[in-house]
């Protein structure tokens, strides 16, 4: 049979080996976390100011002047 003592210094040493685990996993989802919001945040910013909007009518503007002719593209970009 096997004495108490030794049964008890086993599981300290399993103990002592795992003991940073949640804090190490704690710190990666905090991380993946706010690296989440703060991207959020920027792309909030950045539509609220219009920059995806002026960005599709530049684009759009030169898409319709190289594929169609002077007038037509004159009518639809007024």
Known sequence: ????????ACRRIAARDCAGQATVEFA???VAFLS???GMGA???SVSAG???EHALSCASHCV??????????????
Do not use: I, K
Not at 67 to 73: D, H, N, R
């Open 1 to 8: 049979m096997r004495s108490p003592t030794a049964s008890t």
């Open 43 to 45: 792309l909030w910013r």
């Open 51 to 53: 920059a995806f909007v």
């Open 65 to 78: 002047t190289g594929s169609l002719p002077g007038a037509l593209a004159d009518t639809v970009l007024y």
């Open 36 to 38: 989440v919001v703060l």
């Open 28 to 30: 990666l989802v905090t």
